[in-house]
């Protein structure tokens, strides 16, 4: 699978963003998809998934503002990313995993800015 993410800017504390991620390629309902993200000067983390049964998990950074949630017909993914902090500044990944293997597909990155 090939993935496309789109959606990042820049914005103010507080604010809200919705990244999108476009996959082409078979077998999509297959995929778990996912999210990490990379902050300047730092290892990419983890930010939510959604499994190809559709169980949801979240970094505990992000419960309860973020929502990730998947099409399975448009083969898209989403984040919606709510009460945005500057913490929150990074490049954002979309990510694909097989069952029973690792998150082996990247996209090329998306970047969100959010200033104080």
């Known amino acids: 699978v090939q993935l496309q993410a789109s959606g990042g800017g820049l914005v103010q504390a507080g604010d809200s963003l919705r990244l999108s991620c476009a996959a082409t390629g078979r077998a999509f309902n297959n995929y778990s998809m996912g999210w990490f993200r990379q902050a300047p000067g730092k290892d990419r983390e983890f930010v939510g998934s959604?499994?190809?049964?559709?169980?949801?998990t979240y970094a505990d950074s992000v419960k309860g503002r973020f929502t990730i949630s998947r099409d399975n017909a448009k083969k898209m993914v989403y984040l919606q990313m709510d009460s945005l902090q500057p913490e929150d500044t990074g490049v954002y990944f979309c990510?694909?995993?097989?069952?029973?293997?690792?998150?082996?597909?990247w996209g090329q990155g998306t970047q969100v800015t959010v200033s104080s």
């Open positions: 959604v499994s190809w049964t559709r169980r949801i």
């Open positions: 990510v694909g995993q097989q069952v029973g293997s690792t998150w082996g597909y």
